[in-house]
């Protein structure tokens, strides 16, 4: 059995993760793989709950943090530890580089509080799970769509009612951008840049060629 996958896609809205992982998720399928979609916050019903209450409630930002990384606790026991440990190949709609950039960059929330949160939140010794990934879990590849936030802002106009992070200003996703850009810097192996602003094709070949050069497509 091939060992399992874990691919995060990160990027602000507008940037077009949704449309690159259903491509991308179908070329896996193709190739032999079992795919497993999901996405943060949310993922399974209590950590969907909380996506609600942080896209919608107003609240702090180390409330924020603290419920972002409360589902994704729950999110990493119940679908993603079994996905890998069953050889699946999981494709995530964000996962923790999105709270550093959102929360520690957007909000400029305390950077080294919450890598204290990633560590607690993201350890699996407890589940008696048999991973070849680091611990505290980290995604095999991330994929980071990289759109200047104006770009996303003309794509989004009009599509529909935004959430509470949304609705920011530019200048919310500049910082957002920051954050993205300075977790990159700290995982350089882990992360692609993909550069959103060019045409779907170039995209999609951008994020199979990350992929082909580590020989999983």
């Known amino acids: 059995m091939p060992p399992g996958l874990f691919i ?3 990027g ?8 690159h992982i259903a491509t991308l998720a179908e070329a896996l399928r193709t190739a032999g793989r ?12 209590l950590a969907e709950q909380i996506r609600a209450l942080v896209l919608h409630e107003p609240m702090d930002a180390l409330t924020e943090a603290l419920l972002m990384f409360a589902a994704r606790r729950d999110h990493i026991g119940q679908v993603i530890v079994p996905a890998l440990a069953r050889g699946d190949v999981l494709l995530c709609d964000r996962f923790t580089d999105a709270t550093f950039a959102y929360q520690g ?10 890598s204290k949160l990633e560590l607690l939140a993201q350890d699996t010794s407890a589940l008696q799970a ?7 879990l980290q995604p095999d590849l991330t994929l980071w769509f990289d759109l200047p936030p104006a770009v ?7 599509t529909r009612v935004p959430d509470r ?9 500049e910082a957002v951008r920051a954050g993205y850009a300075r977790r990159c810097a700290q995982a350089p192996a882990r992360f692609v840049r993909i550069d959103a602003h060019q045409p779907k094709p ?9 992929l082909a050069e580590r020989g999983w497509l």
């Open 8 to 10: 995060s896609f990160e």
């Open 12 to 19: 602000i809205d507008g940037a077009g993760k949704s449309t």
């Open 34 to 45: 079992t795919v497993v979609l999901t996405r943060e916050p949310g993922g399974t019903p």
């Open 105 to 114: 960059g957007g909000r400029g929330f305390d950077w080294k509080s919450l």
């Open 130 to 136: 048999d991973l070849m990934h680091e611990n505290p």
């Open 152 to 158: 996303a802002a003309e794509r989004l106009a009009g």
């Open 165 to 173: 992070f949304e609705a920011q200003p530019v200048a919310f996703f």
């Open 202 to 210: 170039a995209v999609a070949q951008a994020v199979r060629a990350a």
